[in-house]
C-alpha cells in the first residue's frame, strides 16, 4: 500500500525541492487511502439515514445514541474497545494471509479451536496449580500454535493441493466447532454444570485481569501491539516484501526463487496463531472456560474489519474500534428507538457494500495522482 | 365529570396529599420510575424462547410507572455484560433480567459484585446463598409439567401410539421435558410411547425438520419438541399432516389444523411479582421458581388438533398439578431397564432436576 521505502525515486532536483516535493507527493498519495474511506463511510452514513426515516425514524437520534453509547461516555468509551479487542486479531487473521492474495475467511474456527486448546491444556495445570503465570504462558503457546495449525491447514492444501482457501477453511471452522462440541460434551466435560456443557472452570486465580485502570481485558493490548508488529513485519522487513511479491504475482515470484509455498504457509501460521490468541482472551480473560459460547462470530465480524482496512494492519484498529462501537451502540439504539438488532447489521451491511464500491474510485482523482506516486504500490 | 369540578381548594389539597405521599416514602416515589432491563440471546419474536420473555415483558409494560428496556440477540459473551452495564448506566435499570443460561457465570455474577445497589435475576435454577452475591438470584418454571399436559392430551389424540420428540441436547432440562411427556401419555394411553430424536444444538432449522420429518415417517402422528425455536419442527410437522404439541410460547398460529396445546412459560407471573415488590420497597426473592402450583407455567390453548375427550383430561391433569400431584410415581426405569427413580418424588424436588436418563417409554439414546 503506502510504501514510501524508496523516497529518492519520487523526484530529481535541488535538495530542498527534492524534500518538498517528495513530502507532498506522500502526503498527496496518502490521502487518498484516507479521503476515500472517509468518503465512503459518510455516503453509507447518508443512504442508512434514508433508511431511517423510510422507517419512520430520526437519524440524528441514531447517530446521536450511536455517538453517546459507543464513545459519549468513559463506560461507552471501555465498552467500545472491549468489543473490539477480539475484532483486532481475527481481522488480523484475515489479514496476513490476504498480503499474499488469500481471501482466508477461517478466523473463526482457529479463534474456537484455540481456545479450546488454551482451556484444555490449562485443566491439568490449574490442578496441579502450577503459577498462573506459566499457566497463561502454556495456554497461549496451545491457543496460538492450535490456531495456527488450523489456518496453516488451509494454506498448505491451497498450495500443495490447489483447494481453494476460502472454502477449506471456512469448512474447517465448522469442523473445528464440531471438534471442541466433541470434547466440551464428552470427555472433557464439567459434570458440575448439567446445563450448558463447558470444560472445567479455571478459576478466578487463573484469569487474564483488565488492564490496570480499565474495564478493558489485555486482549486489547496484544491486538494493538500485534498490529503494529504485522504491519512493521508486512512494509518493512525482506520477508513482508516477498510475501508482496508473491501476493502480486505468485508465479514471477517463483521464477525470482522466491520460496513461495513456505511464504503462504507462513502467512497462514501467523493469522492462525492471532485467531488462536483471541480464542486464548476468550477464554482466558471473559468465559473462564471454553464452550459454546466462544462461537460468537468474531471470525465472522473479522473478514469484515480486514476488508474495510484493506488488509492493512495499521488500519485495523480504527476500523474495528469504529466497528466495536457501532456493536456497543446497537443496545441503546435498540432500547431507546425500538429498532430491531438487525438495524445495525443494516448499517453494517451498507458500509462493507459502498466501501467496496469505492474501490472502484482509486486512481480516478487527478488531486491524488502525483507524478512519481504511480509506481507505488 | 367530576374531574372537571376542580377548585382551588381540592387542587392544594391533592398536591398536598401527593406531596406527602412523596416524602413518606421513598421506595414508593422511586417505584414511580422503575426501570427493568430485560437481555434476550436469540429475536424476540422467534415463536419460542425469547418470546415466552417478550410476551411477559409486554405484559409488564403495561403496568403503570414500569419502564422496561430490551435488548434482543446479545450473545452469552462480554457482550452480555457489556449489555447490563449500559441498561445500568445509560438507562439507568434497576433490575436486570438476563434469560440465557450462559450469562450467569461469571458475567452476571461479576455485575452484582460491581453494581451492588442494582437487582440481577436470571432465568435459571443457578443462584446458590453460599456462593453468589445477594442482590443476585434465579427464577425459572417447571416446564415438564406443561409438557406432562402435552403428554396427556397428545396420549388421547394419537391412533399410531407412536409420538415423536424432537430434542436438542440430553441435558437434564430437556430430559426431564421428554420423560414428563411421557408420562403424561402414559397416563391417558398406556400403549402410548415417545420417540425421541437429538439433534445436537439449540438452533439447528434444517436438522429440526429432518428430524420431524424421520419421526414422521416412522410413523409418528404427534410431534412435539425442545429447541429454541419451535417454529420449523411446527410447521413442518403440520405440513405433513401430523398433529403438534408446542414448546416455551404459544405456537398455536403456525399450525392451524394439528396444533393440540403446548408447554408454555408464564414468566409475567415472576415479572410482576417483582415489580409489585419493588413497589412496595421490598427486597426480591433470590429464588423464585415453581410450576402450575405457583402459576408459572400454562398450557396454550387447545388448537382444532385436540379432541374432546383430550381436552378434559388435560384440564383435569392441570387441577391434579396445581394440587401437587405428583408426576413421577416411582419406581421407574430407565430404558435400559435399571431402576433409577426409587421413590415418589415431588413434582419440585432438586433430585428431579439432575436427571440423566430417560425413563422406560422412551425410544432413543443419549450418548
Redesign the interface.
Known amino acids: 500500500m503506502v510504501d514510501v521505502a524508496e523516497p529518492m525515486l519520487a523526484s530529481r532536483g535541488s535538495p530542498s525541492r527534492e524534500w518538498q516535493s517528495d513530502f507532498i507527493v506522500r502526503v498527496r498519495s496518502s490521502a487518498e487511502y484516507i479521503v476515500i474511506p472517509l468518503f465512503a463511510l459518510a455516503v453509507s452514513g447518508l443512504l442508512f439515514s434514508l433508511f431511517l426515516l423510510a422507517l419512520g425514524k430520526s437519524p440524528l437520534t441514531f447517530f446521536e445514541l450511536v455517538n453517546?453509547?459507543g464513545f459519549g461516555?468513559a463506560?461507552?468509551i471501555q465498552?467500545t474497545l472491549?468489543?473490539s479487542a477480539p475484532l483486532i486479531l481475527t481481522a488480523l487473521a484475515v489479514a496476513i494471509p490476504a498480503r499474499i492474495g488469500l481471501v482466508m475467511i477461517g478466523g473463526e474456527g482457529a479463534l474456537v479451536i484455540g481456545g479450546f486448546a488454551s482451556a484444555a491444556i490449562a485443566i491439568p495445570l490449574v490442578v496441579a496449580k502450577v503459577p498462573p503465570f506459566l499457566t497463561w504462558i502454556v495456554m497461549v503457546a496451545a491457543g496460538a500454535a492450535v490456531g495456527a495449525v488450523w489456518v496453516g491447514i488451509a494454506g498448505f492444501l491451497r498450495y500443495a493441493r490447489g483447494v481453494n482457501e476460502t472454502i477449506s477453511s471456512l469448512l474447517l471452522t465448522y469442523i473445528g466447532i464440531a471438534v471442541m462440541?466433541f470434547f466440551v460434551?464428552g470427555s472433557l466435560r464439567d459434570l458440575t454444570n448439567?446445563?450448558?456443557?463447558s470444560t472445567m472452570p479455571i478459576g478466578d486465580n487463573y484469569m487474564v485481569g483488565k488492564i490496570p485502570g480499565t474495564d478493558v481485558h489485555w486482549g486489547l493490548a496484544v491486538g494493538l501491539l500485534l498490529a503494529v508488529l504485522l504491519h512493521f513485519l508486512m512494509s518493512r522487513t525482506t520477508f513482508g516484501f516477498a510475501v508482496r511479491v508473491s501476493g502480486g504475482n505468485p508465479r514471477a515470484a517463483l521464477a525470482q526463487g522466491l520460496p513461495v509455498g513456505k511464504l503462504i504457509v507462513s502467512c497462514c501460521l501467523i493469522a492462525g496463531a492471532c485467531a488462536g490468541l483471541a480464542g486464548f482472551f476468550?477464554v482466558a480473560a471473559?468465559?473462564?472456560r471454553a464452550?459454546?459460547?466462544l462461537v460468537?462470530?468474531y471470525g465472522f465480524t473479522g473478514i469484515l474489519v480486514s476488508f474495510l482496512a484493506r488488509h492493512n494492519p495499521l488500519a485495523i484498529i480504527p476500523v474495528a474500534i469504529m466497528f466495536g462501537g457501532i456493536?456497543?451502540s446497537g443496545?441503546?439504539v435498540?432500547?431507546r428507538m425500538d429498532l430491531?438488532?438487525?438495524t445495525v447489521l443494516v448499517l453494517q451491511g451498507l458500509t462493507f457494500v459502498v466501501l467496496l464500491v469505492s474501490e472502484t474510485l482509486y486512481g480516478r482523482f487527478k488531486i491524488f495522482q502525483v507524478q512519481g506516486a504511480a509506481d507505488r504500490t | 365529570m367530576a374531574y372537571l369540578n376542580l377548585s382551588r381548594r381540592t387542587f392544594l389539597q391533592g398536591t398536598a396529599a401527593g406531596l406527602v405521599a412523596a416524602g413518606s416514602s421513598s421506595h414508593l416515589a422511586q417505584a414511580a420510575g422503575v426501570t427493568i432491563g430485560i437481555v434476550y440471546v436469540g429475536?424476540r419474536d422467534d415463536f419460542g424462547w425469547n418470546q415466552a420473555h417478550a410476551v411477559a415483558v409486554k405484559a409488564l409494560k403495561t403496568l403503570p410507572g414500569i419502564k422496561a428496556?430490551?435488548?434482543?440477540?446479545?450473545?452469552?459473551?462480554?457482550?452480555c455484560a457489556?449489555?447490563m452495564?449500559?441498561?445500568v448506566?445509560?438507562?439507568g435499570a434497576q433490575i436486570i433480567l438476563g434469560t440465557s443460561?450462559?450469562y450467569f457465570?461469571?458475567f452476571m455474577v461479576d455485575l452484582a459484585k460491581k453494581y451492588a445497589k442494582v437487582e440481577f435475576r436470571h432465568a435459571?435454577p443457578l443462584w446458590d446463598a453460599s456462593k453468589h452475591p445477594k442482590n443476585l438470584g434465579s427464577y425459572f418454571g417447571y416446564l415438564n409439567q406443561a409438557h406432562y399436559i402435552d403428554g396427556v392430551a397428545a396420549g388421547l389424540c394419537t391412533k399410531s401410539n407412536k409420538l415423536g420428540f424432537v430434542a436438542a441436547?440430553p441435558?437434564?432440562?430437556v430430559l426431564s421435558n421428554i420423560n414428563s411427556f411421557m408420562l403424561g401419555a402414559k397416563k391417558t394411553n398406556p400403549n402410548a410411547v415417545v420417540q425421541v430424536i437429538f439433534t445436537?444444538?439449540w438452533s439447528l432449522p434444517v436438522r429440526e425438520a429432518e428430524a420431524t420429518n424421520a419421526l414422521v415417517d416412522a410413523g409418528c402422528d404427534v410431534i412435539t419438541c425442545h429447541v429454541d425455536a419451535p417454529k420449523v419442527v411446527i410447521e413442518t410437522a403440520e405440513k405433513r399432516g401430523v398433529k403438534t404439541c408446542g414448546h416455551n410460547a404459544s405456537q398455536a398460529p403456525l399450525a392451524p389444523k394439528g396444533f393440540i396445546t403446548g408447554a408454555e412459560y408464564k414468566w409475567e407471573t415472576i415479572y410482576k411479582g417483582y415489580a409489585a415488590d419493588l413497589a412496595e420497597g421490598k427486597k426480591l426473592p433470590n429464588m423464585t421458581s415453581g410450576g402450575y402450583e405457583t402459576d408459572m407455567v400454562r398450557n396454550s390453548p387447545f388448537g382444532a388438533g385436540a379432541t374432546e375427550k383430550a381436552r378434559n383430561a388435560a384440564t383435569a391433569a392441570m387441577a391434579d398439578l396445581k394440587a401437587k400431584k405428583p408426576i413421577y410415581v416411582g419406581p421407574l426405569k430407565d430404558n435400559k431397564g435399571n431402576v433409577v427413580i426409587a421413590k415418589t418424588y415431588d413434582n419440585l424436588d432438586p433430585f428431579l432436576?439432575?436427571m440423566?436418563y430417560l425413563l422406560e417409554g422412551v425410544v432413543g439414546s443419549i450418548t
Open positions: 453517546r453509547g461516555t463506560f461507552s465498552n472491549q468489543r462440541n460434551e448439567p446445563n450448558k456443557p476468550e471473559i468465559q473462564g464452550n459454546a459460547s460468537a462470530g456493536v456497543a443496545g441503546l435498540q432500547r430491531p438488532d438487525a | 429475536p428496556v430490551e435488548e434482543e440477540n446479545v450473545p452469552e459473551t462480554d457482550a457489556k449489555s452495564e449500559s441498561m448506566n445509560l438507562d443460561f450462559g457465570d461469571p435459571a441436547k441435558i437434564a432440562s445436537g444444538d432436576d439432575q440423566n
